[in-house]
């Protein structure tokens, strides 16, 4: 009897030691959390309602604050999937396209305080990725009509080729293979056109040259961080730059067909970089700032772990990645982001706006963050 007391007291006030069915690979220092299609959606309608009741914008075509910035875009693309999943799918559907149409489903034109970007910054065509979604969805010509303007304006009038990171009419950052290609890609797949295709495999594969470290199988975020150090003397390679790229991979290889001759190089990049990030994860199941040296931002992060638990998710759920080998690292994952929402349903520990590893805090936030984790949920909603 006295035995049995001592046992129920552990339990109770050490539950995360019982949790049942836990494997031998994940963190005993995580708080027991059900993973199951339930409490996956429960959580992430939460977040999406949370930051659809916080959410705000300026009104000005501003780069990373305008109702059409990548911040936001970031955000609607979240949204645009957690809607498909969605019990109440239509209210997000409505906020999405409400948002478009009070923008006049263009894509930003006007910058004041970034005249060099012109027309051609991979950042400012990350909202296209929404507008083609909900075009697929709703079949309305508005949807699609600036999206391919734009582009055929791009590959009409082609960019600088110049890979300086000073130089942001073509993809020179880490950031721009998650913004960028998935639309050349879409507007491939819709119209059949091969120059989109075309630019777009051109394209990224200057910035996979000109940014990738095939020895540390991870991407610079631009050629500024070549010869930089982290404290510890390692090479710096920045959490969420990584976690765009993966992303972008993820949803490149969304739409390319299965026998397209363009997706063989994306996939076999895809099983080499998102392990080598796997191998990275820290114990309670987070990325850092500062991939290579996470003791100098031992804070955890949550927009680099969403994008690479998305990445993760996805490559179980195509065969990409040995199921038995990821999985624990995905749950461990979703284990460490769902203890970073608040009871209100707010996402904490998002890293500000930025170009390298920063310190983050619990208190912050983002909707690029909150864009990133409804991604993660809703591919590991597919399990």
């Keep these: 009897m006295k035995m049995r007391i001592i046992i129920s007291f552990f339990i109770i006030v050490f539950p995360w030691q019982f949790s049942a069915g836990q494997s031998k690979k994940e963190s005993s220092t995580q708080p027991a959390v059900v993973i199951n299609k339930d409490s996956i959606k429960n959580t992430l309608k939460k977040v999406a309602d949370w930051q659809i009741k916080n959410f705000t914008y300026s009104t000005n075509q ?42 006049q489903w263009k894509i930003a034109e006007n910058f004041i305080n970034y005249p060099k970007y012109g027309l051609y910054h991979a950042d400012e065509l990350c909202i296209a990725q929404t507008y083609l979604g909900l075009y697929k969805k709703f079949r309305k010509e508005e949807m699609l009509k600036s999206v391919q303007k734009r582009i055929d304006w791009i590959i009409n009038y082609p960019p600088n080729g110049n890979m300086s990171h000073t130089n942001k009419q073509t993809w020179t950052w880490s950031d721009a293979l ?60 920045w959490g969420r730059g990584n976690g765009w790229v993966a992303a972008g991979l993820v949803d490149l290889l969304k739409i390319l067909p299965k026998g397209s001759q363009y997706r063989l190089f ?60 990821f999985k624990p690292v995905v749950r461990k994952a979703w284990r460490a982001l769902a203890s970073a929402v608040d009871e209100n349903g707010k996402l904490g520990w998002v890293q500000p706006i930025g170009a390298d590893p920063k310190k983050v805090t619990k208190e912050m936030t983002s909707v690029y963050g909150v864009g990133a984790f409804l991604l993660a949920g809703t591919e590991l909603y597919q399990f």
């Design 266 to 325: 994306y996939q076999n990049l895809f099983k080499e970089l998102v392990p080598r990030l796997a191998s990275l994860q820290d114990k309670n199941g987070f990325w850092h700032a500062s991939l290579l040296d996470p003791t100098s931002y031992p804070a955890p992060e949550t927009s680099a772990t969403s994008l690479i638990t998305y990445a993760l998710a996805y490559g179980i759920n195509e065969g990409l990645l040995d199921k038995e080998k």
């Design 178 to 237: 998650f913004m960028a290609p998935p639309v050349f890609a879409e507007l491939y797949t819709l119209t059949g056109n091969l120059r989109y295709i075309e630019f777009m495999d051109e394209q990224f594969k200057k910035t996979y040259n000109h940014l990738y470290d095939p020895k540390e199988k991870l991407f610079y975020r631009d050629d500024s961080y070549f010869n930089k150090q982290e404290k510890n003397g390692a090479k710096v390679f």
């Design 62 to 103: 501003s780069h990373d604050f305008g109702i059409d910035s990548w911040t936001n875009a970031t955000l609607y693309f979240g949204m645009l999937q957690w809607a498909k999943i969605a019990p109440d799918s239509i209210a997000y559907y409505d906020w999405l396209t409400k948002l478009g149409a009070e923008n």
